[in-house]
């Protein structure tokens, strides 16, 4: 379902991702944790395309690029097209309501009619909890109904994967759970899913395999039981006493 290959990341001088390779399975969550730094987020917008990897092989559903050679701008916008991502702010626009916020994705990049549009977005806010506040501007909504909208916006897309980056971060505490609810609705529908995130306990809950970064490398993949119970490098365990 996806497949990274030799994935690196330069910024000027400053290499970021050295040699990431990672495959999962359709149907998968896959979390990433790791300390601040460690090229987590980076990982996830070269997926997206969001940042344009220097080197390494990226395969999604079949399509695959290769940015050891010049890769065409229309690969690089259908390969986009099978992510959703989830940001830790929020994205909205704010002078558009949350419908019209998950309709203009269809509308605008996949040219559906309004009526189509709407239909699903209806169906998308509903399955999030926001049937109510179909007409809610982001101002008038609180944190977690916003980053409800973006999860929804970005099913909207019907991508093959969805990508999560530290979703619950920018949130007051009593908000996460809302949030945390969706995803694991969304893991239990099949839905493949990397995530990044520091929320441990959805890590255990939900995950099919952790993986902890660390300097730009992946130090350690497991099952979550074995990560948080028994992890085998002195790394994870150093970085796991910190936080736990």
């Known amino acids: 379902m996806i497949s990274i290959q030799g994935l690196t990341k330069q910024f000027g001088g400053l290499e970021v991702l050295k040699g990431i390779n990672l495959q999962v399975d359709r149907g998968k969550v896959v979390v990433i944790i790791g300390p601040s730094g460690s090229g987590k987020t980076t990982m996830l917008r070269c997926l997206n395309i969001l940042e344009t990897p220097t080197k390494g092989i990226l395969t999604i559903a079949g399509q695959t690029l290769d940015f050891s050679k010049n890769v065409p701008k229309k690969n690089i916008t259908a390969f986009r097209r099978l992510t959703g991502m989830v940001f830790q702010n929020y994205h909205l626009f704010p002078h558009k309501t949350a419908l019209e916020n998950v309709m ?39 944190g977690g109904q916003q980053q409800r909208v973006g999860i929804a916006r970005a099913l909207a897309m019907e991508p093959e994967v969805m990508l999560f980056d530290e979703p619950t971060s920018a949130l007051d505490p009593e908000l996460v759970g809302e949030v945390l ?12 899913m990397i995530v990044v995130t520091h929320e441990m306990r959805f890590a255990r809950e939900v995950a099919d395999e952790v993986i902890f970064m660390d300097d730009g490398v992946v130090v350690e993949r497991n099952q979550p039981e074995v990560i948080f119970s028994r992890p ?6 150093k970085f796991l006493h910190m936080i736990m």
Request: aromatic share 2%.
């Open 104 to 142: 203009e994705g269809p509308i605008i990049v996949k040219r559906e009619d309004k009526a189509t549009a709407r239909k699903r977005a209806e169906a998308l806010l509903e399955k999030v909890g926001l049937r109510d506040k179909l007409d809610s501007y982001p101002s008038q909504l609180s």
């Open 232 to 237: 085998q490098k002195e790394r994870t365990k």
């Open 181 to 192: 609810k969706v995803m694991k609705d969304l893991a239990q529908e099949g839905m493949t």
